[in-house]
C-alpha cells in the first residue's frame, strides 16, 4: 500500500488517531484532517514519521464546502499525488435529546457530519479515484442504526442515513473499481465520554457476547482491511465492529 493516501477525516483523536496510525503502519501516507485541535493533530503527525511512516495535518471544517475543496486540494499539494483513500469519520458533538427537546435544527448538526460532509469530500475525491480505476470510501457509521436508542433520535437519524448511501454509492461506483463500505462501531470509549463508570461499563457489556467494550484499534483493524488490497471484492457492506452486540442491517 505504500503508493496509496489516504484522508482520515476527524483524526486529531478517538477513533480516527488509531485508524490514522493503522493506515501509517501498513505504509500508507495519512492526511490527518482536524478541526481545532493543530497540537494533538501535529503529535500524530510527529509518532507516525518517527516510526518511518508519511503524514500530513490539514485542518479544515468537513461541514464547509470552501474547506472541503481546499482541504483536498492541499492534501494533493502534500503528497504531490490524489487521494485514493477516504474514511469519512469525523464528528461533533452529539447531544441526547428528548423528542420534547430536539430541533430540526439538532437533526441537522448530525446530518451535516453524516451526509453532507461525506458527500462533499466523495465529490472531491471521486474523479481522480475513477481515473486511476481504483478507490476506497469507508464511512463510519454506529451500532445506534440497530439498537435505536431513544432520547438519541438525532443521531440514530443521522447514522441510519449510512446505510443507504454507503450501498447506492456502491452501486454507483464499482464500475470504476472504487469500493464502498460503512464500519458501525459499538460503544467505544474515548476522550470525549470522560470517565465510564464500572457500572455503565458492565451493563452494555452484559449484551456484548465477546463480553468486554471495543478499543479503538478494533474498528482501525477493520478500516485498515477495507483500505487494502485484500478487500477487493468487498464493497457495499455495512459492518459492525461492536463484538457481536448486534447482527448487521
Ligand atoms: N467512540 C464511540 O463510541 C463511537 C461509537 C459509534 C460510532 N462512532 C463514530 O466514530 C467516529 C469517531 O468518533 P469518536 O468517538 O472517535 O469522536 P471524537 O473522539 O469526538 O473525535 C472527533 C473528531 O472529529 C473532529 N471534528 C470535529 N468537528 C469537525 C469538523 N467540523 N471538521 C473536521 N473535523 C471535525 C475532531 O477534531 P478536533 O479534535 O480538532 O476537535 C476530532 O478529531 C464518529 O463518526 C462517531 O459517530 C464512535
Known sequence: ??????????????????????????????????????????????????????????????????????????????????????VN?????????????????????????????SLLLAKEVIPAMKENQWGRIINIGSEVVELGNPEFSNYVTAKSAVVGMTRSWANELGKHNITVNAVHPGFIPVERHGEVTEDSASSYIEGVPLKRLGKPEDVASMV????????????????????GKTFGV
Open 89 to 117: 469519520n469525523a464528528t461533533g458533538p452529539q447531544p441526547e435529546l428528548s423528542l420534547e427537546d430536539v430541533t430540526w435544527e439538532d437533526y441537522l448538526d448530525q446530518l451535516n457530519f453524516t451526509v453532507k460532509a
Open 224 to 243: 485498515r482491511f477495507l483500505a487494502s488490497d485484500e478487500a477487493d471484492f468487498v464493497t457495499g457492506q455495512n459492518i459492525n465492529v461492536n463484538g
Open 1 to 86: 500500500m505504500n503508493s496509496k493516501v489516504a484522508l482520515v477525516t476527524g483524526a486529531s483523536r478517538g477513533l480516527g488517531k488509531s485508524m490514522a496510525l493503522k493506515l501509517a503502519d501498513a505504509g500508507i501516507k495519512v492526511i490527518i484532517n482536524y478541526n481545532s485541535n493543530h497540537e494533538k493533530a501535529e503529535t500524530i503527525v510527529r509518532d507516525i514519521k518517527d516510526s518511518g511512516g508519511e503524514a500530513v495535518a490539514i485542518s479544515a471544517n468537513v461541514t464547509s464546502e470552501d474547506d472541503v475543496k481546499k482541504l483536498v486540494a492541499s492534501s494533493r499539494e502534500a503528497f504531490g499525488q490524489p487521494i485514493d483513500i477516504l
